[in-house]
C-alpha cells in the first residue's frame, strides 16, 4: 500500500496547524528525535544533508518524541535551543508528537508505510517524494551520512 502523506495535518512550532501538502514539490525527511538519546549526535548529521541539499529542493522535519525512554522531556523552546546551540540544527522542528501506542500525525499516516508498525525508538527517518508518498522507512541506526541515506535521497531529488 502506497502511503501519501499530502493531507496530514500536524501542530507547527507555534501551535498552528500545518499541512504537510504544503511541502509538495520538495524531497522530506521525517524524523523523530529525541535531545537525550544516543542517537541525539544524528542532529549533526541531519543538519549536514539539509546544508547539501536544501538548494535542490530537499527539507528535514524534525518531530520531538518523548515515547522512548523518556529521552526527550523538555518544552518546544528548551529542544529548539538545545538543537541549534548544541548542533547549529536550523532545520524546522514541530511541537511534539507520539510515535507508537496512540499515535498522533504524522506517525498514524506514517506508520502504515512497509514495514508497516510503530516506530521503534529515536531518529526513524521517513523519506518523502516531491509528491507526499512515503519512499522509504529508515531505522534509528542509519545514520545521515550513510551512504544507503544519501543515494536514496539523491534519488528522490533526481540529482
Known amino acids: 500500500m502506497s502511503v501519501n502523506v499530502s493531507k496530514v495535518i500536524v501542530k507547527a512550532a507555534n501551535g498552528v496547524e500545518k499541512s504537510l501538502g504544503e511541502y509538495q514539490g520538495q524531497v522530506l525527511l521525517i524524523v523523530n528525535v529525541a535531545s537525550r538519546c544516543g542517537f541525539t549526535k544524528q542532529y549533526g548529521g541531519l543538519q549536514e544533508l539539509q546544508n547539501k541539499y536544501k538548494n535542490k529542493g530537499f527539507q528535514i522535519l524534525g518531530f520531538p518524541c518523548n515515547d522512548f525512554g523518556g529521552q526527550e522531556p523538555g518544552t518546544l523552546e ?12 536550523t532545520f524546522t522542528l514541530f511541537e511534539k508528537v507520539h510515535a507508537k501506542g496512540t499515535t498522533t500525525e504524522p506517525y498514524t499516516t506514517l506508520n502504515q508505510a512497509q514495514p508497516a508498525g510503530d516506530v521503534d525508538w529515536n531518529f526513524e527517518k521517513f523519506l518523502i517524494s516531491k509528491e507526499g508518498n512515503v519512499l522509504k522507512r529508515f531505522k534509528s541506526a542509519v545514520e545521515p551520512n550513510s551512504e544507503e541515506l544519501k543515494i536514496a535521497i539523491e534519488d528522490a531529488l533526481g540529482v
Open 78 to 89: 528548551e529542544i529548539q535551543k538545545f538543537c541549534s546551540t548544541t548542533y547549529q540544527a
